[in-house]
């Protein structure tokens, strides 16, 4: 299974060197009565035990293994470094036609640099921590951007987006949804025709055969479309989670938690945006 996000497609914690890794086939001998047949870390030399019926082992106890405090303490890193772009940009561009074009300068900086990182074949700390900052410039000003118009919005947004993270955290370590290559690759298709049409609608948009950002207006419709780009984001977190979970229990290396880190701070700067969107929607129609 490969993890990926709602806007890049992210290689797991494989790099074909023989550590465990979405993109790495399961070894013979497990398929039998394993719920995770196609469990991608089947081939790590780290994952001698037998998986049938129970728990993935865990990783043997040393100092260049993955741990979860690892991915808490990058993702605080990653997700701290867009809070202090956002705060600066907030408070340091006033709303203007020059800080939208700053903010797009920035989207595009934050873009290139991730798609750098996300071809890498190993992670690397200062191209993760650039996309944050610039990542962060630019949600400082279109946030700004939305509380000028709909005062209150950016923290409605954040107070959602912590919502709806920490309630698939919840709904995924409950069990209630397991992540098989199944379900990835149906949800896989789903983000992607969602990504086609709202490649398409921009383009009508663009060319002025659909008006008022089609169905991304700030009508029902556009409200619509909303919910579902937030569900996607949901689905995406689920990915993660579970790229996280089995490369912690398969011993991936540990430099391989700013990739966990990289991979959560995209898919929550999606529902982030997302949301700040819907309650924007919502306010108008009030």
């Avoid at 870390?41 to 998986?51: C, E, R, S, V």
């Amino acid at each position: 299974m490969r993890s990926s996000n709602p806007v890049f497609s992210r290689r797991g914690f494989s790099r074909d060197n023989g550590y465990a890794g979405f993109n790495t086939a399961p070894q013979a001998g497990y398929a039998q009565g394993n719920p995770y047949a196609q469990n991608p870390y089947a081939q790590n030399p780290y994952a001698q035990a037998d998986l049938q019926g129970g728990a993935p082992p865990q990783a043997p106890a040393t100092t260049d293994r993955m741990t979860m405090d690892d991915v808490v303490v990058r993702s605080a890193i990653t997700l701290g470094t867009v809070a202090v772009g956002a705060v600066l940009a907030w408070a340091l561009l006033p709303v203007s036609g020059t800080s939208y074009g700053l903010a797009v300068g920035a989207a595009l900086i934050a873009f290139v640099l991730a798609m750098v990182q996300s071809f890498k074949r190993t992670p690397s700390p200062a191209l993760i921590l650039g996309y944050a900052a610039f990542e962060g410039v630019f949600l400082g000003v279109i946030s700004e951007m939305y509380n000028s118009r709909w005062s209150g919005a950016p923290f409605q947004a954040v107070l959602g987006t912590m919502a709806v993270s920490g309630a698939t955290l919840l709904i995924y370590k409950a069990g209630w949804i397991r992540v098989t290559a199944r379900y990835a690759r149906i949800g896989m298709a789903i983000a992607m025709a969602f990504l086609v049409v709202m490649a398409v609608n921009l383009l009508l948009v663009a060319f002025g055969v659909a008006e008022d950002g089609g169905l991304r207006s700030f009508g029902p419709l556009g409200a619509l479309v909303g919910i579902i780009a937030i569900v996607l984001g949901a689905f995406f977190l689920t990915l993660d989670f579970k790229q996280i979970e089995e490369g912690i229990a398969y011993g991936a290396p540990r430099n391989e938690s700013w990739l966990a880190a990289f991979g959560l701070t995209m898919t929550l700067v999606w529902i982030y945006v997302e949301m700040l969107r819907l309650v924007a929607i919502f306010s108008s129609n009030d």
